[in-house]
Every structure is written in structure tokens, then in C-alpha cells.
């Protein structure tokens, strides 16, 4: 477990992705940000792309992190020639043809090997760019079992129980291996101990693979980072994400209060639930969403998440960050 204890130094970082910015858009666009106090830049790019921010920034004191989406792979052409790495839900829907929710959710198995395989090659090539901070993992889960409130009400859905189109897990692979164990096909679970049971099954699957991304992450002198639901009962419920039980170097936790229709308080509290569950050498970075942060609202969130444990926050994303906005963060300088 994380003490609750604040750090002596404030982290603040961002996310966004790369951009046609010429050399000198680029320099004073880090400058401008590290100078409010922001370090930490989590920039969804390719190989080269990240590369070239790297040779850019080397003068400014700032820390550049590849940000992946990890199981949900839309448009991969690799993933795509092989259809059987995708993740499967209850109705037998393949995430290959059926996207829920939305067109870019494909998601890939945590049961196929070859999807494994292809998560891990994706993680050592970013992992062996020199200089960089960190590996960033983002939709290191399932899909999303229950959307947040605002979000069901957007797609004019009532989520009250699990719902089979949205519930995934079952690739054949992973129904085999789970009879093996309890003798049942998870498709004929009707106990609640054995429903626990395949619920577990499936988030260990997601934690044993980010495990080994850590070791080639590290192994490659690259540490580990990643994009998670807010706390963790609400991040298994949802998306059957276990990232407590993650041998993580930095997590960031997406509070985007606004999403749950909650107040800035609840901050506070979705930080004060994950820290006290994390490892002591991992750092917790509080993720708000600066969209729905005007004025005093942000400092409040900012407060809410330092007081609570955090050792700092990261905002999503850069594209929003205001002038207003850079001079409460370098208040807390």
C-alpha cells in the first residue's frame, strides 16, 4: 500500500496527441507549459515521431511518454489479418465485426496468444526509443462493461445489470482453459461463486500481461505508466480492470468527475480509494479532465487530488489547457 503522504515535488503532466507542429511551434510549446510547472508530456505518436520530440525537448528539463492503446486496436493492420486475437463477448460477437458503442472500439483478446504476442512486440519497440520516460498504456482493459452515467444517457441506455453484447471475455480460449479449471463453460455459470471465479479469471489475465510488459518495459531501461478507470472496485466493476494489483511506475487515473455527475469532492475521494491500494514505488497522478475545469474549479480539483495522496496530476487534455488554466497550475510551483 501507497502512504498517503504528498510529495515535496508537484508532478504535473498532460496528454495529446502529435501534431504537424513545426521545430519551433514544438519548442515553445514545451517551454510555454514547462514553464506553468508541466513536465510530464504523454503524447499518443509514432516510433519516429516520438523520437524527433525527444532530439527537440533535449534542452528543456521535461520527460516525453509514449502513449499506446494497448487492447482496443482499431485500424491495425497486423491485429487485422488475424481475426481470432480479438476479444469475443457473451453473445459470441467478435470485436473484429461487432464494435460496441462506438467504430474505433476493437478490442483484442488477453486470452489469444498471438494478440499477446503482438501487445508485447507493440510495447518493446516503443520501450527501446531512447530517452523516453515511459511505455504509456491506455485502454489496458476490457470494453467497457457499464458506461459512465452521462455516457449511458448519451447512447440512450439503462445499465443496471450486465448486458451479454457488452460483457466480453469469452474468446474460445479462454472458456476452454476456465472448464478446465471449475468443469463449466463460463457461458453456463449460474452460481454467484462461480461467476466471481470467471470474473477473477479474466482480470488476472489483463494483470499477468501487464506484468510482463513491465519487465520489458524496464528491461529496457523504460519504465511503465498507464491510463486506468478512477478507483479500483469501480474500475473492476466497469471494465474488469484490476490496476491495484499492477507492477506499475506511474499510474493515472482518469477522475473525470463530470462523467459520474459528480461534484469536485469525489475527487478527493476516487484518489484517496487508489492510493491507499497501490504499491509504495508506484506514483499516482490524478487525471482530470480540464474540459469541465474553469477558475477556482481546477484549483479546487488540483487541491482535491494533492490533499488526497496524489502525487500530482496530469491534465487531459493539452489541446484545452488555457492561459488561465497554466497560471493556477504554476500557483502550486
Same mark, same amino acid.
Given at each position: ?74 485500424? &491495425? ?59 504509456? #498504456? ?22 443496471? &445489470?450486465? /448486458? ?14 476456465? !472448464? ?28 499477468? #500481461? ?25 474500475? !473492476?466493476? /466497469? ?9 506499475? &511506475? /506511474? ?21 484517496? #480509494? ?18 469541465? #475545469?474553469?477558475?477556482? &474549479? ?36
Amino acid at each position: 500500500m501507497k502512504s498517503i503522504i504528498k510529495s515535496q515535488k508537484i508532478k504535473f503532466g498532460t496528454w495529446l496527441n502529435f501534431s504537424n507542429k513545426s521545430k519551433t511551434e514544438w519548442l515553445n510549446f514545451f517551454i510555454k507549459l514547462s514553464e506553468a510547472g508541466i513536465t510530464d508530456f504523454f503524447i499518443n505518436a509514432k516510433i519516429d515521431q516520438l523520437e524527433y520530440l525527444i532530439q527537440i525537448k533535449k534542452d528543456i528539463n521535461i520527460n516525453i511518454h509514449g502513449w499506446i492503446w494497448t487492447f482496443n486496436r482499431p485500424n &491495425d493492420d497486423i491485429a487485422e489479418k488475424n481475426i481470432d486475437w480479438y476479444s469475443v463477448n457473451k453473445n459470441g460477437e467478435n470485436s473484429f465485426h461487432f464494435r460496441p458503442y462506438v467504430d474505433y472500439y476493437q478490442w483484442l483478446s488477453p486470452f489469444s496468444d498471438g494478440a499477446r504476442k503482438h501487445i508485447k512486440n507493440n510495447i518493446l519497440k516503443l520501450s527501446k526509443i531512447k530517452g523516453l520516460a515511459s511505455v504509456h #498504456l491506455d485502454y489496458v482493459r476490457y470494453c467497457d462493461v457499464f458506461l459512465p452515467i452521462t455516457l449511458q444517457e448519451k447512447y440512450n441506455l439503462k445499465q443496471e &445489470d450486465v /448486458m451479454p453484447e457488452y460483457d466480453f471475455g469469452y474468446h474460445e480460449s479462454a472458456r476452454i482453459r476456465f !472448464k478446465k479449471l471449475y468443469d463449466v463453460d463460463p457461458l453456463d455459470i449460474k452460481t454467484t461463486v462461480l461467476n466471481n471465479n470467471w470474473i477473477n479469471f479474466r482480470l488476472n489475465a489483463i494483470t499477468e #500481461l501487464v506484468n510482463e510488459l513491465k519487465i520489458i518495459a524496464n528491461n529496457n531501461s523504460t519504465k511503465l505508466s498507464a491510463a486506468v478507470f478512477p478507483y479500483p472496485e469501480m474500475a !473492476k466493476k /466497469m471494465v474488469l480492470q484490476d490496476w491495484s494489483n499492477w507492477e506499475l &511506475d /506511474m499510474v493515472c487515473p482518469m477522475n473525470y468527475h463530470h462523467f459520474y455527475n459528480k461534484e469536485i469532492p469525489w475527487i478527493g475521494e476516487s484518489v484517496a #480509494l487508489g492510493v491507499k491500494e497501490i504499491k509504495s514505488s508506484c506514483e499516482y497522478l490524478s487525471g482530470l479532465f480540464i474540459g469541465s #475545469l474553469k477558475g477556482t &474549479d481546477l484549483q479546487k480539483a488540483v487541491e482535491e487530488s494533492l490533499k488526497n495522496g496524489a502525487d500530482g496530476v496530469s491534465f487531459f487534455s493539452a489541446e484545452g489547457l488555457s492561459n488561465n488554466h497554466l497560471k493556477i497550475i504554476k500557483s502550486f510551483q
